[in-house]
Each structure stands twice: as structure tokens, then as C-alpha cells.
Nanobody, 122 residues
Framework: QVQLVESGGGLVQAGGSLRLSCAAS????????MGWFRQAPGKEREFVAV????????LYADSVKGRFTISRDNVKNTGYLQMNSLKPEDTAVYYC???????????????WGRGTQVTVSS
């Protein structure tokens, strides 16, 4: 059974930082690209970042470029999203997902976590 479990969310002031983790089990982790998505209340889910299976390729949404960094540790079967210079508009539930390629389209991902809440106060 495949499981993706996010952690590291919380409440932070604007300008602060958080590091999200996504622990994977039940799949060949390095064979999958890992993406992060987010969904704010009343809004559609949106792509945040993705990293290829070997970590060699990354892609970011324009809204987070330069502030967020995606990474992975294939020995620990864990992915990360380092979020710096957080803004109130970053407030959302953040989800990690595993998919076959480095893509931005959510439906192409095979497996999803349950999400972790990130709240940025002004």
C-alpha cells in the first residue's frame, strides 16, 4: 500500500520560513517524480513545484520561484519543500504527490498525501 505523509506545516508570520516533508512508503520512490500542490479555501488546487525521480530536474510555479526550494532524499524516501519569505497568499493546504514524470498537471499524478496546513499571518 502506497502512502505519502506530509508534515511540517503550521502557523508562521509573513516573511518566515517552513520546511515541509513528505515521507513515502510502498513504492519505488526514486522511480517517481514528486510534486507539491496547494489548495486555498475556495480556490482550485494549484501546482507549486516538482522534482524528477533522480533529483536532476525541478520546476516551480512562478508565484513561488526564488522563494521555495524542492528537494528529495531517495535514501530516506522523503521529499522536501523549503519555503522562505512566506506571504499570506501562501496560506493553503499543501499536498505532496508522486507521478511518472516532471509535470504540472495534477491528474497525471498517481498517488497523493492527505495534506498539511500552512497558515501565514500578516
Amino acid at each position: 500500500q502506497v502512502q505519502l505523509v506530509e508534515s511540517g506545516g503550521g502557523l508562521v508570520q509573513a516573511g518566515g520560513s517552513l520546511r515541509l516533508s513528505c515521507a513515502a512508503s510502498g513504492l519505488s520512490f526514486s522511480s517517481y517524480a514528486m510534486g507539491w500542490f496547494r489548495q486555498a479555501p475556495g480556490k482550485e488546487r494549484e501546482f507549486v513545484a516538482v522534482i524528477s525521480g533522480n533529483g536532476g530536474n525541478t520546476l516551480y510555479a512562478d508565484s513561488v520561484k526564488g522563494r521555495f526550494t524542492i528537494s528529495r532524499d531517495n535514501v530516506k524516501n522523503t521529499g522536501y519543500l523549503q519555503m522562505n519569505s512566506l506571504k499570506p497568499e501562501d496560506t493553503a493546504v499543501y499536498y505532496c504527490a508522486a507521478g511518472p514524470d516532471t509535470v504540472v498537471h495534477g491528474p497525471l499524478y498517481n498517488y497523493w498525501g492527505r495534506g498539511t496546513q500552512v497558515t501565514v499571518s500578516s
